[in-house]
């Protein structure tokens, strides 16, 4: 399939993720005596932005899960945000980073932020590729953001519409596309 207009290319997504990764490395320092951060990716989208951010970070980390979603198979998200899968290890006690590869609303992060502190964590930060701010509807800032965006509807590098689009390796604009059925 065609792809749209080019948001973000593969070379500068690389580029985010290594000033990203850096940024991460010294905020949480080398963590002598410290348990591992509990790296917490945030399903479907932030597989591929995760697998390369977590490349990046010279501190120890636990790798693990959750699934959430306010927009099910719909191009516009409910607001209502449902955790569809928890993670398999306790939050307990933890300093945990968040990764994500889109803000818009700030619900799904929020919610995820207060659902981690509700199960103990310790500290809970976030971090993410892209922030489309002008489309934040309550006041939830990232800790670590790679870059704003316009606001248009955007896939590839992990980011869907209706489930598809995620394979593409840069961000497009896939406004005038209509998603595979």
Known sequence: MEQ???????????????RMGGEINRFYGSRENEPPVLVLGILK????????????????????????SSYG?????????QILYEPAVSLEGRDILMVDELIDTGRTLAA????CREKGARSVAAAVLLDKFERREIDYHPDFIGKTIENV???GYGLDGGGYY???????????KTPVP
């Open 4 to 18: 749209g207009r080019l948001i973000v290319s593969e070379e500068e997504i690389q580029g985010l993720v290594v």
């Open 45 to 68: 989208g932030a597989f591929i932005f995760l697998a390369d951010l977590v490349r990046k970070l010279t501190f120890p980390a636990e790798i693990e899960f959750i699934g959430a």
């Open 73 to 81: 198979t719909s191009l516009v998200s409910s607001g209502n945000v």
């Open 112 to 115: 995820l932020s207060d659902y």
């Open 153 to 155: 509807f955007v896939g």
């Open 166 to 176: 995620r394979q593409y390796p840069a961000v497009s604009d896939f406004s005038k």
